[in-house]
């Protein structure tokens, strides 16, 4: 019985060294550009890191999986350790995320189903991409940085936080 529980919980490890691959808090490895014209000021950021559309969309679909696949997992633990492997999909039935990354996992290992899947909505993923998101505290003065290290000061009331997110294209 402690096997399954282990299994389980390498099973959980996994799907945060998932996520884990997909963030990346290290902003010098997204470089910026300053672009500087009579007409314009700005900074181009592109969030790829370097990774091609094909990385991208690998890493994607490995943390999918590994969400995906934790029903089974949970299924398999629970008939092992005398619980109601009932209550495990009734959670995934009651998740309408869990149901779509589900769809998207089966859609890749399987090609697209042939009905609208366990969503209903026949859910693809396209031009997946990396953002970023930035986000003051909620205090006077409080500072976002970009990649380059300068602080983007943002006026601030103590009861409001602004947060900024930018797709990457």
């Not at 969400?67 to 209550?87: E, M, P, Q, S, Y």
Request: glycine share 8%.
């Amino acid at each position: 019985m402690a096997m399954a529980a282990d299994e389980l919980m390498g099973r959980v490890r996994r799907i945060y060294a998932a996520i884990d691959a997909v963030q990346e808090f290290d902003l010098a490895k997204v470089p910026s550009r300053v672009i500087s014209t009579s007409q314009v000021q700005g900074v181009m950021q592109d969030f790829r890191g370097g990774m091609s559309e094909e990385e991208i969309a690998n890493s994607a679909y490995a943390l999918i999986h590994n969400i995906a696949n934790l029903r089974d997992h949970l299924r398999r633990w629970a008939a092992k350790n005398g619980k109601d492997k009932g209550k495990v999909d009734a959670t995934f039935a009651a998740s309408l995320e869990l149901r779509i990354l589900q769809d998207l996992s089966n859609n890749d290992k399987h090609g697209p189903p042939r009905d609208d899947g366990n969503s209903g909505l026949a859910p693809t993923l396209q031009e997946i991409n990396r953002e970023m998101r930035l986000a003051t505290s909620p205090m006077q003065g409080s500072a976002g940085r970009d990649s380059r290290g300068l602080a983007n000061r943002v006026p601030c009331r103590k009861s409001e936080q602004y947060k900024y997110s930018a797709a990457a294209r």
